[in-house]
T-cell receptor, first 116, second 111 residues
Framework: KAGVTQTPRYLIKTRGQQVTLSCSPISGHRSVSWYQQTPGQGLQFLFEYFSETQRNKGNFPGRFSGRQFSNSRSEMNVSTLELGDSALYLC???????????????FGPGTRLTVL | GESVGLHLPTLSVQEGDNSIINCAYSNSASDYFIWYKQESGKGPQFIIDIRSNMDKRQGQRVTVLLNKTVKHLSLQIAATQPGDSAVYFCAEFTGGFKTIFGAGTRLFVKA
């Protein structure tokens, strides 16, 4: 079974631009979460989607948005990029949460975004 | 606010020794915890999990201990190997489909 894939793997943008990152979850997984990883702040939760619905959102400005498609693939968008947005953006997928129990998240390799 | 932290940012151990990585969490409502391993250039990889109704769980060479009284997690790695060198994160789930990660501990294994 293929793992979580993220594209592109590396991206360089300039301040003020916008960027769209893509994540394809493991086949059959319907939950997709996004995280931002930086040396200073560590791994921070951005948002989680399930069946095209955002179920939770972290403490990030509205410039960060996401969506999920009917095939569970997800995209996140960052508008008006700032230097501080430079980070590794990680996507993780999980199978359905059953009866309140959580299931393991599988992470992709991440997209390394550099904002100049 | 909610937070998950680690006592030691770096840990250096001799190959063959046991390693213990610690984590403190602040939300007593958290009911599920995971330890992840992240190697350079890769995403975090699941190691072991534990639910709040347990205080110990063992895997292959790894054991997670949960002390809800003091809100503390630990990851024990037996017979540490060079391939165990990585950054280790604890993560807590508080419900609401949101995961909070700790800052991470870098484990160095000396041959």
């Amino acid at each position: 079974k293929a793992g979580v894939t993220q594209t592109p793997r590396y991206l360089i943008k300039t301040r003020g631009q916008q960027v769209t990152l893509s994540c394809s979850p493991i086949s059959g997984h319907r939950s997709v979460s996004w995280y931002q990883q930086t040396p200073g702040q560590g791994l921070q939760f951005l948002f989680e989607y399930f069946s095209e619905t955002q179920r939770n959102k972290g403490n990030f400005p509205g410039r960060f948005s996401g969506r999920q498609f009917s095939n569970s693939r997800s995209e996140m968008n960052v508008s008006t990029l700032e230097l501080g947005d430079s980070a590794l953006y990680l996507c993780a997928s999980s199978s359905l949460y059953r009866g309140g129990a959580y299931n393991e998240q599988f992470f992709g390799p991440g997209t390394r975004l550099t904002v100049l | 606010g909610e937070s998950v932290g680690l006592h030691l940012p770096t840990l250096s151990v001799q190959e063959g020794d046991n390693s213990i990585i610690n984590c403190a969490y602040s939300n007593s409502a958290s009911d599920y915890f995971i330890w992840y391993k992240q190697e350079s250039g890769k995403g975090p990889q699941f190691i072991i999990d534990i639910r709040s109704n347990m205080d110990k769980r063992q895997g292959q060479r790894v054991t997670v201990l949960l002390n809800k009284t003091v809100k503390h997690l630990s990851l024990q790695i037996a017979a540490t190997q060079p391939g165990d060198s990585a950054v280790y994160f604890c993560a807590e789930f508080t419900g609401g489909f949101k995961t909070i990660f700790g800052a991470g501990t870098r484990l160095f294994v000396k041959a």
